[in-house]
Structure formats: structure tokens, C-alpha cells
């Protein structure tokens, strides 16, 4: 797993100690941006908004949405859409399973 894969997999355990009661928020420094451009992350990455939507498993409602500037993502979204933007491949590679062993 690429470096960026093990970041976000730690993070994902940190926020889940923060809302469980178990970390102190205040110990982590996260900037997460209060406006995104999810239409130019979309076309970064080259995918059609139903590809990008499968890929990243955001509904094609939502990011049709986001991108016409009906809806804004919320912050959670807000922070995956720029990790997204970041480092696609390893958020690719992150989210793809591993074939099982026989």
C-alpha cells in the first residue's frame, strides 16, 4: 500500500477515536477547504461524472449537484474530494480489494 494509502487509513482511525470520545480533537491540524472546485477535481482525474461517481463511490446525484452549484459537499466530502485531487491513484488503490487467497 502506497504511503498516501496508510495516511488516509490512519486518519480514518483517528477521526473515529475523535468521535467515539477516545483522541483529543484539538491534538490534529486538518485544513479542509470551505469551497471546492469538484468539476475541475473531476476533470483532473479525466473521468466522466458516472465514472468518477462509481470509482469514488460518490452517487452521480450529488456530484451532478456539486458540480452545477445546486449543493454544496459537506466538509467530510469536502476532505476526501481534495485527497481525491491530491493523489487519485492511491485513493484508487485504497479503495480497491485485494483478491482473496485461495
Known sequence: ????????????KEGRAIARG????????????AKIDVKAIRRRT???????SMRYAISVSSLRDWEQ???SPDPTAR????VIDRDHEAVEKALTREPEAA
Open 79 to 82: 476532505a476526501y474530494l481534495t
Open 1 to 12: 500500500m502506497s504511503t498516501l494509502g496508510k495516511r488516509l487509513i490512519k486518519a480514518a
Open 46 to 52: 479525466g473521468l466522466t461524472q458516472e465514472e468518477f
Open 22 to 33: 477516545e483522541a483529543d480533537p484539538a491534538t490534529y491540524k486538518v485544513f479542509v477547504p
Open 69 to 71: 452549484g445546486r449543493f
